[in-house]
Structures are given as structure tokens and as C-alpha cells.
């Protein structure tokens, strides 16, 4: 990559999000340019996103025997590239959101956009067990989406770990599937909200294990996951709950640390956008996927938004076409 070459479109980001922008951005002959991320320490901060970490895949449309993460990320990739994307491997260092084109220092150089779509998703908070990883990626059983794989735990009883409004909602959702779902928290009551306690608590299939926490995931390449060994937090006792497979429900972090007082984010870190568009605050730029998205956090509809964001900054770029640099408004209070 030539340093200081400027782009019509920089997207930052190679998930589903990222990669459908691409696609669009690059047939409507915007030559985009895709910093595909990673390098961030984190085993989950890869090029592709988090679909790389997952195995099936089987609710993302025209898959009708699904698909594999990593093979979809890769198919995306492909297309994206036949239509003219270029592609940087690496981490954003640094943005510059006050003036037109934005200024991106990336790992080997500064590029400029004159648009820009970030896609940088957002992370499940783990709890950083040694065996997580390789149950959630390589055997299976752990999750951090009851939406997506809830359906492959039919039959099989299930432990929730965490105590939010996300733990309650996907404790809930797989009482659909599974006969006994087991929600552990280490505190003696919930943070959730008095709506989504009472309707937890007032499900017959959910159970409770109290000032508890998960100390280690039991199973095997050949079971699978089997169950997991909690510690009581007051008393120390030590029991091993079975159990088909295990939800994270603990949170997650929107990437957009790199952003903040730049661009206009919610409490907890997701970007705004203005209404049903990908615009964000600052003029030119565009938030698509995960990233703006803390509701449903889902491939296609990441898929769609990186969609919008490509025909946003098309049209953006139409309307400004020739217009000099501008000074973008003052930064916004993260």
C-alpha cells in the first residue's frame, strides 16, 4: 500500500458489514479500499470478525444446509475482491475525523478517505477461562448467542452465565429448545430490569444459581461440552452442574475506542447514527454492522446496514463532488 493515497471509500472492518459495503461500494465504482483489522491482542480481533470464530452457520439466507463462518467470510471476500476492492491487512492506529478527506494512520502508513464506513463490530465479553476458546471455536458447546445457536441445544439442558437485561433475554429465548435452563450469577440479585426479571423468574424451565461463579467448562473433543464446574463466591463450595452447553451473556464492547470525542456514541459505546440512515455526526461518515447495532447483533443484519452505509456514502459523495475540505463540527463528547 502507497502511503498517503486518498480513496473515495475507506472501510474499516472485513465482517459481513464491511465486506457487503465493499461489494457495493466497489459496483458502483467507488474503488474502496477495506482495512480488514485485527492485531488488537484479542483472540477474536481477526480479519472476518466474529463469524471466523463460529463453526455452522445456519441462519444466514441462501445456505439452506449452512454454511461455515470462515467459509461465508471468505465467499464475501472473493466477490468483493472481483469487483475491485483493495484490501490492507492491520489495525487503525489513529483517525483524524476533523477535516475532508479523513486522515487514517494505519500500521505501515496514513491513508485518506473522502468517505468513510466503519464496521469494527463489537466483542461478546468472556470470562477468560483457559478452555474458552477451544470450546467456543474448535469443539463447541460454548456460546455468546442464543439467537444464533440456540436451535443445535434442543433437548439438551443449558447454563446462562450473567445477571443483565442480555443474560435474562437469552435465558428466556432458549427455554424454546431447551428443558432446563440454568442461569448462573455471582451476585444474590440481578441487574437486569424489573420487566425482564419477572418474566425470567416466571418461567417454570429457568433455574438459578446464585453468588456463583464458572470456574471451569467440563467436556472433551468427543462429548463436547458436558457441564461446568461452579464455585460458590460465599461459602467456596465447589459443585460440577451438567449441562449440553454453555451461554456467555456477560456484555459486549463496541470497537470504537480509536473514535472517542470524535464521533457521538451511546453510554455504553456504540455509535449513533442520524434515524433510519448509516450517517453519523460527522458529515462523510457512515457506521454499519455491530458496531452502531446492540439489539440484534446478527451476520445479515450487519449484512444490510453495510449495505446502507455504501449507497449512503455514494450519495454523499455525489452531493459533494469537487467540494473542498471542510472543518467537520467540534468533537463530540464520547
Not at 177 to 201: G, N, W, Y
Not at 237 to 265: R, S
Request: hydrophobic share 40%; net charge neutral.
Amino acid at each position: 500500500m502507497t502511503t498517503a493515497r486518498t480513496f473515495r471509500v475507506v472501510i474499516l472492518g472485513s465482517g459481513p458489514a464491511g465486506l457487503t459495503a465493499a461489494l457495493y461500494a466497489s459496483r458502483a465504482s467507488l474503488s474502496p479500499m477495506v482495512v480488514e483489522g485485527g492485531g488488537g491482542g484479542d483472540p477474536s480481533d481477526i480479519p472476518g470478525g466474529q463469524l471466523m470464530l463460529t463453526t455452522e452457520v445456519d441462519n444466514y439466507p441462501g445456505f439452506p444446509d449452512g454454511i461455515l463462518g470462515p467459509e461465508l467470510m471468505d465467499r464475501m471476500r472473493k466477490q468483493a475482491e472481483r469487483f475491485g476492492t483493495e484490501f490492507a491487512a492491520g489495525a487503525l492506529q489513529k483517525v483524524d475525523l476533523s477535516r475532508r478527506p479523513f486522515a487514517l494512520t494505519l500500521e505501515d502508513g496514513t491513508i485518506h478517505a473522502e468517505t468513510l464506513i466503519i464496521a469494527t463490530g463489537a466483542r461478546a465479553r468472556w470470562l477468560g477461562l483457559p478452555e474458552e476458546l477451544e470450546f467456543r471455536t474448535k469443539i463447541g458447546g460454548v456460546s455468546a448467542c442464543a439467537t444464533c445457536d440456540g436451535f443445535f441445544y434442543k433437548g439438551k439442558d443449558v447454563l446462562v452465565v450473567g445477571g443483565g437485561d442480555t443474560a435474562m433475554e437469552e435465558a428466556t429465548f432458549l427455554t424454546k429448545f431447551a428443558p432446563k435452563v440454568t442461569v448462573v450469577h455471582r451476585r444474590d440479585e440481578l441487574r437486569a430490569s424489573k420487566i425482564m426479571q419477572d418474566r425470567a423468574f416466571a418461567n417454570p424451565k429457568i433455574s438459578w444459581l446464585w453468588n456463583s461463579e464458572v470456574e471451569k467448562i467440563l467436556g472433551s473433543k468427543e462429548t463436547k461440552v458436558t457441564g461446568a464446574r461452579v464455585r460458590n463466591v460465599k461459602t467456596g463450595a465447589v459443585t460440577d452442574v451438567p449441562a449440553g452447553g454453555i451461554f456467555m451473556a456477560i456484555g459486549h464492547e463496541p470497537n470504537t475506542g480509536v473514535f472517542k470525542g470524535q464521533l457521538a456514541m451511546d453510554a455504553t459505546g456504540y455509535l449513533v447514527t442520524d434515524g433510519r440512515t448509516t450517517a453519523t455526526n460527522v458529515p462523510g461518515v457512515f457506521a454499519a454492522g455491530d458496531v452502531a447495532d446492540s439489539r440484534y447483533r446478527q451476520a445479515v443484519s450487519a449484512a444490510g446496514t453495510g449495505c446502507m452505509a455504501a449507497i449512503d456514502a455514494e450519495r454523499f459523495l455525489g452531493e459533494h463532488e469537487g467540494v473542498a475540505a471542510h472543518t467537520a463540527q467540534e468533537p463530540a463528547r464520547a
